[in-house]
C-alpha cells in the first residue's frame, strides 16, 4: 500500500472566497495532502469545516487561490480549457442528494448515458449499450431504463448516479456525503456496491462524510478537517485507536454507539460552543476556543503540521503528550466479526 | 438506570392503543399506519425507530394532533393519563398542547418562525397557557433559554432565528417547548440537521431536563446509536407497524424480530473494517402492495410457512414485544457477537 503511486495530491492548497471589500472566507487554509492509487481517502468534519471545498478542489471543481492540486504528479490547471475538460472525466463526483443530481424530466437510461453524449468519443449504440451495462452493473434491471428519477428510490437513485460517474470510467470519485441520505439498510446497500466497484474497476475514492461509522468502515485513511484546516490523518487503524488530536478525540467521543448501557464508555468529551465563524477564525490554533487543553502557548502559535508517529499527521502542539482521554471510545468501533456469529 | 421491570409496570402517562392512521386521497383512503400499540410510563423515555415511510412521524404528529382533520383519519385510543386525545374536541387538545405534550422536530428553521424574536415565540406559548403578564412571560422565557444552555438569555430574547447557528436553533425550540413543563415530549429527530458534536450537547440538554423536570420522551429517530444512549426502552417500526418493544439494552443484545435484527447488523461500526455489510435485501413495500401476513416477510431471511398468516404483536417470554411468530424459536443476532448474546 505504501508503494503505491500518488494520483491527488495538494500541496498547501488554499481555496478562497471573497466574500465582500474586507471580507475573504478561507474555506480550505493551507492542506497538504496525498491520495494514493487504489485507496479510500476519508475526510471528516462537521459542517462549515470546508471539506467540501476541499473534494471539490481535488477534482478540479474549485479553482485553487492557493497552493497546488496535483493529479499524477501534474497540475491539471496547466491545461488549456479543452484538455482540462478531458482530463476532468477522469475525477468524478457523486453527490449527496440523487434528487438532485438527476433530471426530473430525463429516463433513467438517458441521465446514465448523458456523460458520454457530453463526451462525444463514441457512437451513440455504444455509448447506448455502455449505459445499459453500466446499470446492470449497479444492479438496476432493464426495465429501469425507460423510468423517471420519481419512480424510484433514494437508493435506488443514488444507483443511478453512481451508473452515471462509472461510464466514463474515472480513475478517482469523491463521494460527498454519498449515502447520508439513506436510511441504514439501504446504506449498507451502497456501501457494500462501492466497495465491489472500487475492486472491480481499481477505483481511488475520496470519501467525504460527517458519519465516523461509515468513514471508520470504509477508509484506510482519515483525515480530520475543522475550520478550514487539516487536524490529523493517518491511517484509520492508528487514528481511531489513538486520536492524537483533541478535536478527533471528542468527535470519536460524541459518535452515539448502539451497544447496552452497562457497554458504553462511561466517560464522554462534549465540546463546549459551536464551530467558529470560518471568515476570523480564532488566532493560533483554531480549535483551541473549544478544546479543554487549551493553554497560552496555543493563542499564540499556531501548531505545525507535524508527523507525530510514522504516517500519522497532527496539528496540534501536545500531540503525543495529551493523557489518552478518549482512549476506548476507538475501541467502540471494534468490529465484531459476523463470522462469529454462525 | 431505574427502569421498571416489565412485569410491573407503573400506570403509563400515555397509552396508544391501536391507533391507525388513514390519509384521504384523491380515490379514497390510504391507511399509513396499522393498530400502533406503544405506552410512555411517567418520566420515561422510549424511542420510536424505523427507516423513512415506517409512519413514525405520522405516529407522532397523531400523538400532538397536528395531523390535518380535512384531510387524515384516526382510528383507535391515545389515552393521555386516562383521557382519550382522539375523540377529544379541539378546544381542549389544544389547550394541552404545549402545556403536557410538546414537541419539537429535525429542522428548527422551519418550525421557529423568522417575524418573531426566539423570546416573543417563548412568551407567547407561556401566555397561551398561562394568565400571566407580558413581564412575567418574559422572565420565564429567559429562564426556559438559560435552562437549555443558552448563553446570555437576557440578550438573546430579543434575537431573530436567523441570528442563531443550529444548534442554539434548536435549543430556543426546545426551550418553547419545555417553557410549560410538559408531562411528554415528542422530540422527531431532534438532532438529525446537527453536527456531531452540536448533537451530543443537544442530547445532554434533553436528558437533564428529562431528569430534572421529570418528564417522559418519545424520541422518534432512526439512528439506533443515539436512540441506544438516549433510552430505555425501543419501540421498532416496520412498514406502518410496531414490529417489536422492549428494554434497549434487551434487544440491543438479542432483538426478537428479524427487522429490528436487520437493522443493527447494518451499521457499519458492527462489521469488520472493509466486509461486506450485512444489508437487508429488498425494499420497504409500497403502501399499496403490502403484502399479506407479515410485512416484513419478503425481505426476510427466517420466513416460513406460517409466515403468510397475519401477525400479532405478542409478548415474548423474559422479553417484550415482538410480530413474528418464530420469535421465541429464534436466535437474532444483535450488536455483540454471537458466543455474548447468548
Request: charged share 20%; proline share 7%.
Amino acid at each position: 500500500m505504501t508503494a503505491a503511486r500518488t494520483l491527488v495530491a495538494a500541496r498547501d492548497l488554499g481555496v478562497h472566497f471573497r466574500l465582500d471589500r474586507h471580507r475573504v472566507l478561507k474555506a480550505v487554509d493551507g492542506i497538504s495532502l496525498e491520495v494514493r492509487a487504489g485507496e479510500t481517502f476519508g475526510i471528516i468534519g462537521e459542517s462549515g469545516s470546508g471539506k467540501t471545498t476541499l473534494g471539490r478542489a481535488l477534482v478540479c471543481l474549485e479553482k485553487p487561490s492557493a497552493g497546488q492540486v496535483l493529479h499524477d504528479g501534474a497540475d491539471p490547471f496547466a491545461l488549456s480549457g479543452r484538455a482540462l475538460r478531458q482530463h476532468r472525466r477522469n475525477y468524478q463526483v457523486v453527490f449527496q442528494d440523487p434528487n438532485a443530481a438527476l433530471d426530473p424530466r430525463m429516463t433513467i437510461l438517458r441521465s446514465v448515458r448523458e456523460p458520454l453524449d457530453v463526451a462525444g468519443t463514441l457512437p451513440r449504440a455504444e455509448r447506448q449499450a455502455l449505459a445499459l451495462q453500466m446499470m446492470e452493473r449497479v444492479g438496476l434491471s432493464r426495465d429501469f431504463a425507460a423510468r423517471y428519477p420519481h419512480e424510484l428510490s433514494g437508493g435506488q437513485k443514488q444507483r443511478v448516479c453512481i451508473a452515471r460517474v462509472l461510464t466514463l470510467r474515472p480513475s478517482v470519485i469523491v463521494c460527498d456525503e454519498a449515502v447520508a441520505a439513506l436510511d441504514v439498510s439501504i446504506q449498507a446497500d451502497i456501501l457494500n456496491l462501492l466497495a465491489e466497484l472500487q475492486r472491480e474497476f481499481g477505483l481511488t475514492y475520496i470519501f467525504i462524510t460527517h458519519n465516523l461509522g461509515v468513514v471508520a468502515h470504509v477508509s484506510d485513511r482519515i483525515a480530520v478537517m475543522y475550520l478550514g484546516r487539516l487536524v490529523e490523518m493517518g491511517t484509520a487503524e492508528a487514528l481511531l485507536a489513538r486520536p492524537l488530536h483533541p478535536y478527533t478525540d471528542a468527535l470519536l467521543s460524541s459518535e452515539p454507539v448502539a451497544l447496552p448501557s452497562h457497554m458504553r464508555p462511561a466517560q464522554r468529551v462534549v465540546l463546549g460552543g459551536e464551530l467558529p465563524s470560518p471568515v476570523s477564525p480564532p488566532s493560533g490554533c483554531r480549535f483551541r476556543t473549544r478544546c479543554r487543553f487549551a493553554q497560552d502557548l496555543c493563542a499564540a502559535r499556531e501548531p505545525e503540521w507535524r508527523e507525530v508517529e510514522p504516517g500519522h499527521w497532527a496539528a496540534c502542539h501536545f500531540a503525543g503528550a495529551l493523557p489518552a482521554t478518549s482512549a476506548g471510545h476507538g475501541t467502540a468501533y471494534t468490529p465484531v466479526p459476523t463470522e462469529a456469529l454462525s | 438506570m431505574s427502569d421498571p421491570r416489565r412485569d410491573t409496570p407503573p400506570p403509563p402517562l400515555l397509552d396508544v392503543r391501536g391507533l391507525s392512521v388513514f390519509f384521504r386521497s384523491g380515490r379514497g383512503e390510504v391507511q399509513v399506519t396499522r393498530e400502533v400499540s406503544f405506552a410512555v410510563a411517567p418520566g420515561e423515555t422510549v424511542g420510536l425507530v424505523g427507516e423513512s415511510g415506517c409512519g413514525k412521524t405520522v405516529t407522532g404528529l397523531a400523538l400532538m394532533g397536528l395531523l390535518p382533520e380535512a384531510s387524515s383519519r384516526l382510528e383507535g385510543q391515545i389515552l393521555l393519563q386516562g383521557q382519550d386525545l382522539v375523540t377529544m374536541a379541539p378546544g381542549p387538545k389544544r389547550r394541552l398542547r404545549g402545556r403536557r405534550i410538546s414537541m419539537i422536530f429535525q429542522e428548527p428553521m422551519s418550525a421557529l418562525d423568522p417575524v418573531f424574536t426566539i423570546g416573543q415565540q417563548i412568551s407567547e406559548t407561556v401566555r397561551a397557557h398561562h394568565d400571566v403578564s407580558r413581564a412575567e412571560a418574559r422572565d420565564r422565557a429567559i429562564e426556559a433559554l438559560a435552562r437549555v444552555g443558552i448563553p446570555e438569555p437576557a440578550l438573546r430574547y430579543d434575537a431573530y432565528p436567523h441570528e442563531l447557528s443550529g444548534g442554539m436553533r434548536q435549543r430556543a425550540m426546545i426551550a418553547i417547548a419545555l417553557v410549560c413543563e410538559p408531562e411528554l415530549l415528542i422530540a422527531d429527530e431532534p438532532t438529525t440537521a446537527l453536527d456531531v458534536t452540536v448533537q451530543a450537547q443537544i442530547v445532554d440538554v434533553l436528558g437533564e431536563l428529562c431528569a430534572r423536570l421529570g418528564m417522559a420522551m418519545l424520541f422518534i429517530t432512526h439512528d439506533l446509536g443515539l436512540l441506544a444512549q438516549t433510552c430505555s426502552r425501543l419501540v421498532t417500526m416496520y412498514a406502518g407497524e410496531v414490529v417489536e418493544e422492549g428494554r434497549v439494552d434487551d434487544i440491543l443484545v438479542r432483538p426478537r424480530h428479524p427487522y429490528s435484527s436487520g437493522l443493527l447488523r447494518s451499521l457499519p461500526a458492527l462489521t469488520r473494517r472493509k466486509a461486506a455489510l450485512p444489508a437487508i435485501p429488498g425494499r420497504v413495500p409500497l403502501r399499496g402492495e403490502m403484502p399479506a401476513g407479515c410485512r416484513f416477510r419478503p425481505r426476510c431471511a427466517h420466513a416460513r410457512s406460517g409466515c403468510e398468516a397475519p401477525q400479532a404483536l405478542r409478548p415474548v417470554p423474559s422479553a417484550g414485544q415482538a410480530r413474528c411468530c418464530r420469535a421465541e424459536a429464534l436466535t437474532l443476532p444483535g450488536v455483540l457477537a454471537g458466543e455474548q448474546a447468548a
